[in-house]
């Protein structure tokens, strides 16, 4: 079982940064990959950004270029930071965990932490 804490949204004006933090319950050397997700109201739940234990990343379009993701091997963190907010990353951001090998989608998913860009 892997508890996941997301923590750092908010209320940002378009333009501004923001950082997500997603604080596991277990050494995140112990978990396949864990990822960045979205949901803006009305619409699905989709991948923003994931990092591999390993360390290799992966972003969508819609935030390439402006968002990296990080992960705290000794803290077992995996942050996300989105810069040049833009009103459309309006969302709920979830991080999630893969531990199943070969599995798509994440095991695990944190409650959630809301975003709110304001023009």
């Known amino acids: 079982q892997v508890q996941l804490m997301e923590s750092g949204g908010g209320l940002v004006q378009a333009g501004g940064s923001l950082t997500l933090s997603c604080t596991a319950s277990?050494?995140?050397?112990?978990?396949?990959?864990m990822g960045w997700y979205r949901q803006a109201p009305g619409k699905e739940r989709n991948l923003v950004a994931a990092i591999t234990r390993a360390g290799s990343t992966t972003y969508s379009d819609s935030v390439k270029g402006r968002a990296t993701i990080s992960k705290d091997n000794a803290k077992n963190t995996v942050d996300l930071r989105i810069d040049s907010l833009k009103l459309e990353d309006t969302a709920v951001y979830y991080c999630g965990a893969v531990v199943t090998p070969g599995k798509s989608g994440m095991d695990y998913w944190g409650k959630g932490t809301l975003v709110t860009v304001s023009s």
């Open positions: 277990v050494s995140v050397l112990s978990v396949r990959s």
